[in-house]
């Protein structure tokens, strides 16, 4: 069983995600292995990493969800933990952002993609600091 496969599976197991979304996951997994690859292997994986400021009880977080499993439909707001969800928004809302991980959906979501294959974005805060970005 490939890893992809068993991270989804665990995905469901653990009820982060649906049966309905699984199965989209799965299938979506499955036609990403059939693909050939393309030269170009920036992209593949989406990132959110907290770290504690040195000092701080901060827990530290590292996700790293593949594209193809966002491109697929998996809400990746259940895939990050609310806090770090949380410390994201609230800095790029003090910086003039309106930015939810909740609202991002398959409409949006290639903008989104497509803007951090270009940058990161960067959260400084006094007990964390948070990356999301994509490599």
Do not use: H, W
């Not at 770290?51 to 977080?61: A, I, L, Q, R």
């Not at 909740?102 to 805060?125: H, K, M, P, Q, Y």
């Amino acid at each position: 069983m490939s890893e992809e496969r068993m991270r989804i599976l665990n995905l469901l197991a653990e009820g982060k995600i649906s049966a309905e979304e699984a199965e989209k996951l799965l299938s979506a997994s499955e036609k990403t292995v059939k693909a050939p690859k393309a030269g170009n292997t920036k992209g593949k994986y989406l990132y959110v990493q907290v770290d504690p400021k040195e000092g701080k009880s901060s827990e530290k977080v590292m996700v790293k969800v593949p594209m193809a499993l966002i491109k697929a439909g998996i809400n990746v707001s259940k895939l990050i933990p609310s806090e770090a969800q949380d410390t994201i928004r609230e800095s790029m809302y003090s910086k003039g952002i309106d930015f939810d991980f909740a609202s991002l959906d398959s409409e949006n979501i290639g903008e989104f993609l497509e803007a951090l294959r270009e940058t990161s974005i960067d959260v400084e805060t006094e007990e964390t600091t948070v990356k999301v970005f994509c490599d």
